[in-house]
């Protein structure tokens, strides 16, 4: 198997992905066999947001839009601002998602075009590889101003009324997922969450990242086999946050969502205290996953 090379151990204060996430990631041979697994990387360097009307060039299309790239993203804006979903002024690619103070304004950029899910979960008890990482910044962590999600989720959460975190900003909706949120409640508090829809109970860690405002943050997960023991690791700027917040899925779990179809969501919800120009700015996202059948 040919696996990436990643170099030593992370450091906190590095712009890339982690070497402690990555390092047995089997890139290449994704690459050369795309049967085998799925790799998407992105730092919109090569991203363009398409102007869909020439004249006004603010609005989307009934409030949907794209991010062209090296990942084609579907992107959605609750009040139809193309300003709103922006590629900024960096050389080295950051894609702004940004909020006009509305309650409940939305945005947020999907694979899959909103309808298909292009990322597998793990199946319980099966020790096929997931990998994936961010590297973002919100511009405030003050309770009440905003509700994020980044991470995995099942197909069609760009939309009205919350998508994955909830009409009301206030909770996560009762989807599937896998990945990282922040809820109006505490602004600082960047909690790991997890949910298979209706049928399990969605847990989540609190307490565990707390984040500064206009400081980048890297956050990933990956899944670890280890003799008998499967479980899905959880880190912030390439630092493991431990066995206490990893979730087993080595067997029965029944809060998991095992072999669910996924999209990479990164969404912003405006709060309560929401103001104009409230925002998340990603630098980068990176994913993979080994196929079941690979």
């Known amino acids: 198997m040919s696996v990436i090379k990643t170099g030593q151990a992370s450091s906190t204060n590095s712009r890339g992905p982690s070497p402690l996430i990555w390092r047995d990631c089997p890139i290449v041979t994704f690459f050369n066999d795309p049967s085998k697994g799925l790799h998407l990387f992105d730092d919109f360097t090569n991203s363009v947001v398409p102007v869909v ?34 590629i900024q002024a960096d050389e080295e690619g950051v894609l702004m998602l940004d909020s006009d103070g509305t309650e409940e304004d939305i945005a947020c950029i999907t694979t899959g075009n909103n309808v298909a899910g292009i990322i597998k979960t793990p199946t319980i008890g099966v020790p096929k590889g997931i990998w994936f990482e961010a590297r973002v910044k919100v511009n405030t962590i003050t309770d009440g101003d905003l509700a994020i999600f980044i991470g995995l989720a099942q197909p069609g959460e760009a939309k009205n009324a919350g998508g994955v975190t909830g009409g009301d900003a206030a909770s996560l909706a009762d989807v599937d997922y ?95 205290n929401g103001a104009d120009s409230d925002n998340i700015k990603i630098d980068w996202v990176r994913v993979a996953y080994e196929h079941l059948d690979g």
């Not at 062209?68 to 193309?82: C, H, M, P, S, V």
């Not at 700027?237 to 969502?257: H, K, M, Q, R, W």
Request: charged share 20%; glycine share 10%; no cysteine.
């Open 178 to 272: 896998l990945g990282f949120a922040i809820l109006e409640g505490d602004g600082d508090d960047m909690i790991i969450a997890y949910n298979e829809a209706s049928s399990g109970v969605a847990q989540s860690s609190t307490g565990v990242i707390t984040l500064e405002a206009d400081t980048y943050v890297r956050l990933g997960f990956r899944l670890q086999h280890v003799g008998q023991e499967i479980k899905i690791r959880f880190y912030k700027d390439g630092v493991d946050l431990g066995d206490d917040v990893a979730i087993d899925i080595s067997t029965e779990n029944a809060n998991f969502p095992s072999a669910t179809d996924m999209d990479v969501v990164i969404s912003t919800n405006s709060a309560v």
């Open 53 to 86: 009307n020439e004249t006004a060039a603010t609005d989307f299309v009934a409030g949907v839009g794209n991010v062209l790239g090296d990942i084609n993203w579907y992107a959605f804006q609750e009040t139809d601002k193309l300003a709103d979903v922006a």
